[in-house]
């Protein structure tokens, strides 16, 4: 069974312009969470999609937004990219909502 | 509010010894714990879990213990070996609506050989 796949891996931006990440989870699962990690963080919790709707949350601004496609598909968008946006965008794909969670290998955004 | 604490940032080890990682949690509505680990431009993999009804679970060299009434969770590696150097991050499910997984702040783990 394929894992969780990110697309695309690797991305640079410059500050003001917006991006939009792709993860696409393991077959038959229909829960999609977004992390985001930077150098010295742990994994922070951006939000959850479930069936298509947003389930949770994490404290982050209205300019980070995420949606899912009826094939369970997600996608996030970051709008008026700021440095600090620079990370490590991890997607993680479970069955239903907190369940075992199984990750992609990320998305790594530079924000120059 | 940090729910979930692995206060020690890294460990280091002999190879063929235990590596012995902790994770202390403040929520008592917690009832679903995991670990994973992680190595550098890398997503985390799923270790291991354990539900808040056990004390202990167990899978091959990876031991997962849980101490409820210290809110306390250790997870043991026999024998260490230099491919487990990675980040370990603890995750813990809060028992209501959310479902969300909180994770830790990770220990980083060095087995050397």
């Known amino acids: 069974k394929a894992g969780v796949t990110q697309t695309p891996r690797y991305l640079i931006k410059t500050r003001g312009q917006q991006v939009t990440l792709s993860c696409s989870p393991i077959s038959g699962h229909r829960s999609v969470s977004w992390y985001q990690q930077t150098p010295g963080q742990g994994l922070q919790f951006l939000f959850e999609y479930f069936s298509e709707t947003q389930r949770n949350k994490g404290n982050f601004p209205g300019r980070f937004s995420g949606r899912q496609f009826s094939n369970s598909r997600s996608e996030m968008n970051v709008s008026t990219l700021e440095l600090g946006d620079s990370a490590l965008y991890l997607c993680?794909?479970?069955?239903?909502?907190?369940?075992?969670?199984?990750f992609g290998p990320g998305t790594r955004l530079l924000v120059l | 509010d940090q729910q979930v604490k692995q206060n020690s940032p890294s460990l280091s080890v002999q190879e063929g010894r235990i590596s012995i990682l902790n994770c202390d949690y403040t929520?008592?509505?917690?009832?679903?714990f995991l670990w994973y680990k992680k190595y550098p431009a890398e997503g985390p993999t799923f270790l291991i879990s354990?539900?808040?009804?056990?004390d202990k679970n167990e899978d091959g060299r990876f031991t997962v213990f849980l101490n409820k009434s210290a809110k306390h969770l250790s997870l043991h590696i026999v024998p260490s070996q230099p491919g487990d150097s990675a980040v370990y991050f603890c995750?813990?499910?809060?028992?209501?609506?959310?479902?969300?997984?909180?994770f830790g702040s990770g220990t980083r783990l060095l087995v050397r050989p």
């Open positions: 354990i539900s808040s009804i056990k």
């Open positions: 995750a813990a499910r809060r028992m209501d609506s959310s479902y969300k997984l909180i």
């Open positions: 993680a794909s479970s069955r239903g909502s907190g369940e075992t969670q199984y």
């Open positions: 929520n008592s509505m917690f009832d679903y």
